[in-house]
């Protein structure tokens, strides 16, 4: 069996209460249940702008068309935008792209946490392919092949 490793790092101050104000309020608009959730967000965008600020130090433009291409893909940023709009990107942003908030906004279920119930059960599919993680980043191609099967009502109607 593999051995995982994390996906996050701790903070170094766990009881800021700014920061504790913060997440609470993130955690309630995206509906997400645990704070690890937005420490692995973070790490994503931690990770991303570490690239961003190495590949500005090389000013190599072959490196950086990837991570650009990536990005643009993976709906995080517009084609024409630059390292300087990677560095500008916030956590906000990741989690407007994963699957829970991308179901929810589309109208397809009435809350954040509902839509996550949708996931997690088995309810969402992306294309043909059902996904039941509802941290999944969803890329923009794949955006519009979003589907939610009718939930069977049981009850004598």
């Not at 996550?116 to 039941?132: A, E, F, M």
Request: glycine share 6%; hydrophobic share 35%; net charge positive.
């Amino acid at each position: 069996m593999r051995s995982l490793s994390k996906r996050f790092k701790k903070p170094r101050m766990s009881w800021d209460s700014d920061d504790i104000k913060e997440r609470k309020d993130i955690m309630k608009t995206y509906g997400l249940r645990r704070r690890k959730e937005i420490l692995v967000a973070q790490e994503i965008l931690r990770n991303y702008r570490r690239r961003a600020r190495e590949l500005i130090a090389e000013q190599d433009e072959e490196k950086v068309k990837p991570l650009i291409d990536k990005l643009v893909k993976l709906g995080l940023l517009q084609k024409g935008q630059g390292l300087d709009d990677v560095l500008a990107l916030t956590v906000n942003n990741i989690l407007d792209r994963r699957l829970q908030t991308i179901v929810w906004r589309k109208g397809f279920a009435r809350t954040p946490l509902h839509s996550r119930q949708c996931i997690t059960h088995g309810h969402v599919r992306i294309g043909k392919r059902k996904t039941i993680s509802p941290s999944y980043i969803v890329p923009v191609n794949d955006e519009v092949k979003i589907k939610v099967e009718a939930l069977e009502r049981g009850g004598n109607e």
